[in-house]
Nanobody, 121 residues
Framework: QVQLVESGGGLVQPGGSLRLSCAAS????????MGWYRQAPGKQRELVAI???????DLADSVKGRFTISRDNAKNTVFLQMNSLKPEDTAVYYC???????????????WGQGTQVTVSS
């Protein structure tokens, strides 16, 4: 089993910054990708940012220029630096990791419990 533990959410004023962290632990053979999704009330969960092994990253158009995703591979941790936050960024943010638990099984997608980000004055 693999566990994802998120931290760093909270309440921030518009224009402010937050940094989310997500650490993966457990039976990890390899991590193919780690990323962040978010879900606002009444909306579908959407991809915010993803970091794929090999160095490729991708960001949703709505956060480009404001958010940055990075990884510490040695610690199986992914970060989401969020700057210039807007009220529309308010959502529960979920960490996701695509993990192989051994060389004999395919990738499997794991989710964190979610962390609330609220942008409000």
């Amino acid at each position: 089993q693999v566990q994802l533990v998120e931290s760093g959410g909270g309440l921030v004023q518009p224009g402010g910054s937050l940094r989310l962290s997500c650490a993966a632990s457990g039976s990890i053979f390899s991590i193919n990708a780690m990323g962040w999704y978010r879900q606002a009330p009444g909306k579908q969960r959407e991809l915010v940012a993803i970091s794929i092994s090999g160095g490729r990253t991708d960001l949703a158009d709505s956060v480009k220029g404001r958010f940055t995703i990075s990884r510490d591979n040695a610690k199986n941790t992914v970060f989401l630096q969020m700057n210039s936050l807007k009220p529309e960024d308010t959502a529960v943010y979920y960490c996701n990791a695509v993990v192989r638990t051994s060389g004999l099984v395919p990738n499997y997608s794991y989710w964190g419990q979610g962390t609330q980000v609220t942008v409000s004055s």
